[in-house]
């Protein structure tokens, strides 16, 4: 079963919170939501037939203090910048927010979605979709244009990163399957080659037997150190 960590980042007020508590509970409230310590809300989904458990990561204020919590950060797998589409601030700060989940996972290849949310208030906007799309074409990130109050675009956001992950991981073990069978194949030439060594050696024996009169013996030693490979 896979059990991907999901963090929401971008600055205050862009609905984070009201994203996670539509795609959980189908609820919207209008007022701001106060998110009180670490919030981790669990969602199992099941795509293509694979169940996969969401644990969902709400930041806990540090968007507002702009404090970089790492735990928060550290060992997502699939991170979703959210940016207010009539805010344009809240866009500009999302080049912030991925290089920060970047440097905090520094080896991990993290699955990044990007969600134009608010998208309900279009006679509002001043973020074009067309930026929306070019920046997160341009940091290899899916696009979703999301409304946590109309539930747009919500549910298709979640499983299509959850989608991306499972893609991702199911395509690193096959690179590994195809690893492992190439090094198998790999220990077969070794234990042939080794087994030709091994015959080698009784030939070398059978010729240092016949030969022994006539070799140095510390000579033939120091040739044979030669022999090992760490
Ligand atoms: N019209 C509209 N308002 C939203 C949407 N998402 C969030 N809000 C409102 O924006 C405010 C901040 O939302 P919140 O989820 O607390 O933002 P957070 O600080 O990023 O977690 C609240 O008043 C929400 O009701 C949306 O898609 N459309
Ligand atoms: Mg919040």
Same mark, same amino acid.
């Given at each position: 079963m896979y059990k991907p960590k999901l963090i929401l980042v971008g600055e205050g007020h862009v609905g984070k919170t009201s994203i996670i508590q539509?795609?959980?509970?189908?609820?919207?409230?209008?007022?701001?939501?106060?998110?009180?310590?670490?919030?981790?809300?669990?969602?199992?989904?099941?795509?293509?037939?694979?169940?996969?458990?969401?644990?969902?990561?709400?930041?806990a204020g540090q968007d507002k203090y702009r404090g970089v919590n790492k735990i928060f950060m550290k060992n997502t797998k699939i991170a979703l910048l959210v940016y207010d589409i009539t805010e344009k601030y809240t866009f500009e700060q999302l080049k912030f927010w991925i290089d920060n989940v970047k440097e905090i996972n520094k080896n991990e290849n993290i699955i990044f979605g990007v969600a134009a949310n608010k998208s309900d208030l279009f006679e509002q906007q001043v973020v074009e979709t067309e930026e929306g799309k070019k920046f997160a074409n341009d940091n290899n990130c899916l696009f979703f244009e999301t409304s946590a109050k109309d539930y747009k675009s919500i549910e298709n956001a979640f499983s299509k990163?959850?989608?991306?992950?499972?893609?991702?991981?199911?395509?690193?073990?096959?690179?590994? !399957?195809? #690893? +492992? /069978? $190439?090094? !198998?194949? #790999? +220990? /077969? $030439?070794n234990n042939q080659n080794s087994q030709n060594k091994s015959e080698g050696k009784k030939d070398l024996n059978f010729e240092n037997e016949l030969n022994e009169k006539f070799i140095d013996k510390d000579d033939g030693k120091s040739s044979c150190s030669k022999c090992f490979i760490f």
């Open positions: 539509q795609f959980i509970e189908q609820k919207f409230s209008e007022s701001y939501l106060m998110t009180v310590g670490s919030d981790k809300s669990i969602k199992d989904l099941k795509i293509n037939g694979k169940d996969i458990k969401l644990e969902i990561w709400d930041t990163l959850a989608e991306n992950y499972i893609e991702k991981i199911e395509n690193k073990n096959n690179e590994t !399957n195809n #690893n +492992n /069978i $190439n090094n !198998n194949s #790999n +220990n /077969i $030439n």
